[in-house]
């Protein structure tokens, strides 16, 4: 949270004013303090943005006119340089928002405002979109059928893929018009999807606090929505399009505008995608459908996770993982130590404190109960199995091997049919890249 130092009287105060005025900064400061993390019944808007100031008054402008329940629009600016800092500061307090010193990337503008937000609901929306009569209701309606639905996402005029419709409209002036008479609630409109566009997408609060934040890797922008699809449908969360909601986008503004460059930013998000996931249509479902069975039994956000592991958060203390619980290190240690975020931190129940020593013998597999004397499998192909009190789990890929620092532990050669004698638990996914102090 920044501090902002108070702003001195323009002219020459009595000593009352000036007592007056620093005690009600003081109190001020301290009020804000205790609110501090306190979440409200409501949802908060978080608008990524990188120039285009025009389309963003008109998206705030549209929040304003037709959404009737309880919101705060957080704006994080991407370094724009057409005013939209001086603008989102004439507003007055209306918008929560901060301004990054350079373009940082979607990402990370969105986790600069997940970080920010105190609504229950969060709604992750594009600057060149125009929201619609009933458009949140309608999403929160859809959102809390059931709760197994982890992420809802609206209809619109210009999206690839299944939330595209057609629309009768050729002026964007006639467009409420025709929302209006579009969002009539109605589940029959509700259907299951495999992939929702990061145009605009409504998740309940819990679902960030189990998953985290999105992956600060993919450059610029492009496939961290897709990623972060992957990552709820592995919590056993569905992914649903409200078809009873539609909003207006006007479609790759931002896009359109760093067309070169992201051109060559898109080959390498592709390629990081695709390292890290591999082939997902062929494995996620199955996974997410065992996490979902689990339910009650493990949290849906530590279940892919590795245990046999050294962490730590923005502090300089540092955890041992095991049986479900980060255990503070009482010394220090030589093995790698992997930093999380503190939401992923605090997801962790604390346990009891364990000496660096102990953490050395079994981060390295020498008290491993099974009598394999290794922590890491290695099959003739190359695939790796983490092995944690003799259960033996798949290492989804090379970046997940290397995001949890598992390629450093001692490996073991071993045959499929060896493998086969041990109990298989749940794969292992990558951790996000977040390149902030989260």
């Known amino acids: 949270m920044a501090v902002i130092s108070p702003v001195p009287y323009r002219g020459a105060p009595s000593p009352s004013y000036r007592h007056g005025y620093e005690e009600g900064y003081r109190q001020g400061l301290a009020s804000g303090l205790q609110s501090y993390g306190r979440i409200f019944e409501g949802t908060s808007i978080i608008i990524p943005t990188y120039n285009q100031l025009h389309f963003l008054k008109k998206c705030l402008k549209s929040i304003e006119k037709y959404t009737d329940l309880p919101y705060e629009i ?16 004439s507003l007055g307090g209306r918008v929560r928002f901060r301004v990054l010193p350079a373009n940082l990337g979607f990402s990370s503008a969105v986790n600069t405002g997940l970080m920010m937000a105190k609504g229950q609901y969060i709604v992750l929306l594009n600057n060149d979109t125009l929201v619609t009569e009933r458009w949140l209701r309608n999403m929160l309606m859809c959102l809390e059928s059931h709760p197994s639905i982890g992420m809802v996402g609206p209809v619109t005029n210009y999206i690839s893929g299944e939330q595209r419709i057609r629309v009768p409209y050729r002026r964007v002036e006639d467009m409420p018009a025709f929302a209006r008479r579009h969002n009539i609630t109605n589940p029959g409109l509700w259907r299951d999807t495999l992939w929702l566009r990061g145009y605009c997408m409504l998740f309940r609060r819990e679902l960030f606090e189990e998953l985290g934040y999105f992956d600060e890797g993919y450059e610029l922008g492009n496939f961290e929505d897709n990623d972060y699809n992957i990552r709820v449908r592995l919590a056993g969360r569905r992914l649903v399009i409200a078809g009873d909601t539609f909003i207006h ?6 896009v359109r505008s760093m067309a070169g460059t992201l051109r060559r930013t898109n080959v390498q998000n592709e390629a990081y995608y695709l390292a890290k996931w591999g082939h997902a249509d062929s494995w996620v479902g199955p996974v997410g459908a065992q996490v979902a069975s689990l339910a009650g039994a493990v949290r849906p956000g530590l279940a892919l996770y590795p245990e ?67 922590s890491l499998a290695v099959l003739p192909d190359g695939t790796a199995y983490h092995v944690e009190a003799g259960v033996v789990r798949r290492i989804v890929s090379r970046v997940a091997l290397e995001s949890w620092r598992l390629h450093l532990k001692p490996p073991r050669a071993v045959t499929p049919e060896e493998l086969k004698q041990r109990p298989e638990g749940l794969p292992i996914i990558p951790l996000p890249i977040i390149r902030q102090a989260l």
Do not use: C
């Open 249 to 254: 986008h006007f479609g790759s503004v931002t």
């Open 308 to 374: 046999m592991v050294v962490v730590k958060g923005l502090g300089d203390a540092i955890y041992w993982i095991e049986g479900g619980q980060r255990h503070p290190v009482i010394g220090a240690v030589s093995v790698p130590v992997v930093p999380v975020t503190q939401v992923d931190l605090r997801r962790w129940p604390a346990g009891e404190p364990v000496p660096a020593g102990t953490v050395e013998r079994r981060w390295r597999g020498l008290d491993d109960p099974s009598g394999w004397s290794a």
């Open 74 to 89: 957080i704006v994080v600016d991407n370094g724009s340089q057409d005013g939209t800092a001086a603008y989102l500061e």
